[in-house]
């Protein structure tokens, strides 16, 4: 999925390797000003938020653990 492949660039870029989680699940939806927002959950039970905007909408942003308690799957 190039979903899939486009967050996993993301993560490269904005975490270190030795601190980047792993996903087990991932969800896409539009968001604010019709930009596109995905949240992964990550094996560390907490969610993580990456959007796709600015002028072209093609540019990839990591805003980051959304909550500080983790979720229970």
């Known amino acids: 999925m190039k979903i899939s492949q486009d967050v996993e660039a993301i ?3 904005n975490i270190s390797s030795s601190k980047a989680p ?4 991932t969800a896409a939806s539009i ?6 927002q995905v949240v992964c959950l990550g094996t560390d039970g ?13 540019q990839w942003h990591y805003e980051g653990k959304l909550l500080h308690d ?3 799957v």
């Open 11 to 13: 993560i490269h870029e």
């Open 46 to 58: 907490l969610p993580y938020l990456f959007w796709q905007g600015g002028v072209k909408k093609s």
């Open 22 to 25: 792993k996903f087990n699940h």
């Open 31 to 36: 968001g604010a000003d019709e930009d596109l």
């Open 70 to 72: 983790k979720i229970k």
